[in-house]
């Protein structure tokens, strides 16, 4: 599995950006897709995941970004993209998309975004 992340950049506190990650196989044989990011100095974290099976479009955020951060998948593209709003100076990191398919953890190149105060 291939993953493709997309879309990062530098945005002024309270503005919003979209990532993209281009999955290399059809992502509902993948079962759960997953955005994570680092911040320097502290571990991976979960930022958001999406159910990619059936039309359930179940969805999982962490309290740090419930309500600001919104995934969404597009099984037809093989595409999971992760919209940010109301971006911190907290939120930047490098993000990465995920996938855990056959007892293996797929990772993305990462994908710079910094948020200025």
């Known amino acids: 599995v291939q993953l493709q992340a997309s879309g990062g950049g530098a945005v002024p506190a309270g503005g919003s950006l979209g990532l993209s990650c281009k999955v290399s196989?059809?992502?509902?044989?993948?079962?759960?897709m997953r955005w994570y990011r680092q911040a320097p100095g502290k571990q991976r974290e979960l930022v958001a995941l999406i159910s990619t099976v059936g039309l359930t479009n179940y969805k999982q955020y962490p309290d740090s970004v419930r309500g600001r951060f919104t995934i969404s998948r597009d099984s037809v593209l093989n595409t999971v993209d992760l919209h940010m709003s109301s971006l911190k100076a907290e939120d930047t990191a490098v993000y990465y998309c995920n996938a855990y398919f056959q007892d293996q953890n797929y990772w993305g190149q990462g994908t710079q975004v910094t948020v200025s105060s």
């Open positions: 196989r059809d992502i509902t044989s993948i079962g759960v």
